[in-house]
């Protein structure tokens, strides 16, 4: 991911469409792999590329990527859904947006793709009037999330995870 502006103007970010979703998926591996190791498991991306073609092909859907093109296929993106939960104070309407999967190949980072894609993906937050966006950043990205206006939160995160049934 990159973490400082580039020297030059990355390539312009563009909305992702359905058919962007194989390589969606590639690039999802990719950062999984950067932060985890080679290995892990891959069963999952039959079934996360049907989701991204169906959730993609929906123009007023609750998810979006945004990507930079390379020859061949993608060299970044960022995707994002919104979230509705209850409304409460500073969030009337209960939107919150969460950024995942920003992801750029290897050898084409530290170019600015990563800040474009997330930059257009904060834009379609914008747009559908979200007031809050939430991320988790690993240690490298967090200067480019900060510099984008992230800041990090004093709320713990915790999880379960429930048995499949």
């Given at each position: 991911m990159d973490q400082?502006?580039?020297?030059?103007?990355?390539?312009?970010?563009?909305?992702?469409?359905?058919?962007?979703?194989?390589?969606?998926?590639?690039?999802?591996?990719?950062?999984?792999?950067?932060?985890?190791?080679?290995?892990t498991d891959t069963a999952w991306q039959e079934?996360?590329?049907?989701?991204l073609r169906r959730r993609l092909g929906d123009p007023d859907?609750?998810?979006?990527?945004f990507v930079v093109d390379r020859p061949g296929g993608l060299a970044a993106c960022a995707v994002g859904t919104v979230d509705r939960r209850l409304g409460g104070p500073g969030n009337p309407e209960g939107l919150t947006g969460h950024v995942f999967n920003v992801a750029t190949d290897l050898g084409l980072r530290r170019r600015g793709h990563a800040r474009a894609c997330t930059a257009a993906l904060l834009g379609w937050f914008r747009e559908r009037g979200v007031p809050r966006v939430d991320l988790r950043a690993s240690a490298e990205a967090?200067?480019?999330?900060?510099?984008?206006?992230?800041?990090?939160?004093?709320?713990?995160?915790?999880?379960?995870?429930?048995?499949?049934?």
């Amino acid at each position: 991911m990159d973490q400082a502006r580039p020297a030059q103007p990355a390539a312009p970010a563009r909305p992702a469409v359905p058919e962007d979703a194989e390589e969606l998926v590639r690039l999802r591996q990719v950062m999984i792999e950067s932060m985890a190791g080679p290995g892990t498991d891959t069963a999952w991306q039959e079934r996360a590329v049907a989701e991204l073609r169906r959730r993609l092909g929906d123009p007023d859907g609750d998810l979006a990527a945004f990507v930079v093109d390379r020859p061949g296929g993608l060299a970044a993106c960022a995707v994002g859904t919104v979230d509705r939960r209850l409304g409460g104070p500073g969030n009337p309407e209960g939107l919150t947006g969460h950024v995942f999967n920003v992801a750029t190949d290897l050898g084409l980072r530290r170019r600015g793709h990563a800040r474009a894609c997330t930059a257009a993906l904060l834009g379609w937050f914008r747009e559908r009037g979200v007031p809050r966006v939430d991320l988790r950043a690993s240690a490298e990205a967090e200067p480019l999330y900060a510099s984008l206006g992230f800041v990090r939160t004093p709320d713990p995160s915790m999880r379960l995870t429930l048995g499949r049934p």
